[in-house]
């Protein structure tokens, strides 16, 4: 089974970054890896994912101001938030699942390894 560990949330205001980091163990060479979301009293949206052939996906919400990265030696999985803004504020996750999912949450939510979940708070 996979673990996940994420950390880099915080409080930032509007137009500033942050960089979001999750460390992974366990057998996920199989596994895209992607980034969740959920703002307070609403569901989980996806953010962005990573294949282990490079390729990446974007919801239109943060498509280039968003960037997904992984370091495959450090088996680590990043992104880096840029131009942020208030509406980006939720519980950020990090998700271990079966590629083909590609960003369908309530298949990853059902059947993916997820963290526990990081704070991003973007103030105006």
């Known amino acids: 089974e996979v673990q996940l560990l994420e950390c880099g949330g915080g409080l930032v205001q509007a137009g500033g970054s942050l960089r979001l980091s999750c460390a992974a163990s366990g057998g996920w060479d199989d596994y895209a890896m992607g980034w969740f979301r959920q703002a307070p009293g609403k569901g989980y949206e996806a953010v962005s994912c990573i294949r282990r052939d490079g390729s990446t996906s974007y919801s239109n919400s943060v498509k280039g101001r968003f960037t997904i990265s992984i370091d495959n030696a450090k088996n680590a999985v990043f992104l880096q938030m840029n131009s942020l803004k208030p509406e980006d504020t939720a519980v950020y996750y990090c998700?271990?699942?079966?590629?083909?999912?590609?960003?369908?949450?309530?298949?990853?939510?059902?059947?993916?390894?997820w963290g526990q979940g990081t704070q991003v708070t973007v103030s105006s």
């Open positions: 998700a271990a699942y079966p590629a083909y999912f590609d960003l369908d949450v309530s298949k990853i939510t059902d059947f993916g390894s």
